[in-house]
């Protein structure tokens, strides 16, 4: 099947239950179970089905079975956002004493999350230049479990060497975990081009509407095979997990990462996605290919009108042919498209502040992927308590600007925008 019929058919059989055309919400917490044997043989995986919310309930099935689908991937695992993904997917590798290696270019969350916190956990972060993956291979170590990195970055609208990182991580056995969030999975697959994990913050390009929270995992065929080649690296999955009397993941006939990440972490540290919103992200995942071709659409004309701008100094946005990152967006992304994320500079921090505080149709909102446009200057809020060297380092420069180009028409955003840098 295409993307499209995928976000719309896939993962639901309406024949069941009262043949209910929208995918029904099991509002529920537990699930009565038919007699002990049935609930014996459910803990045991002898059959499969829901036991507790925690772990797995009908309605985010779907949407997980979906979005596996969508990305091309073997299956999915929900999440209540994408920093429990992005830890999820970290955690279930890596342990006290590993390390990973992350891209020089991340979300703030991603950075603070896999720097500072799981330092505490005894994992440390080392740090690969995304662009070209020039100094990547020399960072693997016998300790090294994964490689993250996010195929178009946000805040800094960088796309990864991808095809480079998956060669160098294959060579090594490592594990490649990309954070597809803003490319979404209507624009790019990682998983076509090699890449082992795909996470996303669902709570945007794929929400598009601002109103819920969410994150995903999904796991490429085949991870199995991998873990038992690379089995001194990935023993959890290949030696007895102790506290699942001693199932060993490799021998289930399942998709691992997944798997483990549902019975191991979601049962312990419980990040599990709300029944609610999984029902929302399957309204909404209707649209997705719809929705992020108009918002690349839009940002490029915008786009455009800055680039004209004289009030404009730089423009930062991979759909305009001066842009760094065009040949990598044409390479990668269907259509050659950009999703929805620009970034330009103007003459001052005192001008930068100016604008924001002149639109009137975008809103000032540290959110991206909305169907409103929304406008940020992230050195006079997201990063305000930086000093200017440090502001340097985290890649925000004072008259930055940051837009998150919504499906209004481009005409009224252009306009709005010239009003305000006049
Ligand atoms: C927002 C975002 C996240 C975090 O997702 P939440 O759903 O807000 O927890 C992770 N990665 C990227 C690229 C994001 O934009």
Not at 304 to 328: C, M, R, T
């Amino acid at each position: 099947m295409e993307k499209e019929t995928i976000a719309i058919h896939a993962g639901y059989n309406k024949k069941q239950g009262n043949g209910e055309m929208s995918v029904p919400i099991s509002q529920t917490t537990a699930y009565a179970f038919r007699d002990s044997e049935h609930a014996a043989n459910l803990f045991a995986l002898k059959e499969l089905g829901p036991i507790y919310t925690r772990l797995t309930n009908p309605t985010t099935d779907v949407l997980e079975q979906r979005f596996a689908q969508l990305e091309g991937g073997a299956a999915a695992i929900c999440t209540s956002s994408g920093q429990a993904a992005i830890f999820y997917a970290i955690a279930n590798v890596a342990e006290a004493g590993d390390n990973i290696i992350i891209s020089d270019k991340l979300y703030g969350g991603a950075v603070t999350l896999l720097t500072h916190t799981i330092k505490r956990f005894g994992i440390s972060a080392k740090v690969f230049k995304s662009d070209d993956a020039s100094n990547l291979e020399e960072l693997i170590d016998d300790k090294t479990k994964a490689i993250f990195f996010e195929s178009l970055s946000n805040p800094q609208i960088a796309i990864t060497d991808v095809e480079k990182v998956v060669e160098i991580a294959k060579r090594h056995g490592v594990l490649t975990i990309c954070d597809n969030t803003v490319a979404s999975a209507a624009l790019f697959n990682p998983i076509s081009w090699g890449v082992d994990v795909v996470v996303h913050s669902t709570s945007k390009y794929t929400n598009g509407q601002g109103t819920a929270i969410g994150g995903i995992v999904v796991e490429r065929d085949g991870l199995a095979e991998f873990f038992k080649a690379n089995s001194n690296r990935y023993s959890h999955f290949t030696t007895p997990d102790e506290s699942y009397h001693g199932l060993v993941y490799t021998d289930v006939p399942l998709p691992n990462f997944c798997l483990r990440i549902r019975l191991a972490l979601l049962r312990d540290i419980g990040a599990t996605q709300a029944p609610f919103n999984s029902w929302l992200l399957i309204q909404t995942l209707e649209t997705l290919g719809l929705r992020v071709d108009k918002h690349s659409d839009n940002a490029l004309e915008v786009a455009k009108f800055l680039e004209s701008h004289p009030k404009v100094k730089a423009v930062n946005y991979p759909g305009l042919k001066s842009n760094k990152y065009y040949d990598k967006a044409q390479k990668y992304f269907k259509g050659g498209k950009a999703s929805g994320l620009i970034s330009f500079d103007v003459e001052s921090f005192e001008e930068a502040k100016r604008i924001i505080d002149s639109v009137k149709l975008f809103s000032v909102v540290v959110n991206i992927g909305d169907s409103k446009s929304l406008i940020t200057h992230p050195a006079s809020t997201t990063h305000s308590q930086m000093s200017p060297e440090e502001l340097v380092k985290a890649g925000v420069n004072p008259v930055t600007v940051r837009l998150s180009i919504g499906l209004e028409n481009p005409v009224d955003l252009i306009e709005d925008l010239n009003q305000a840098l006049n």
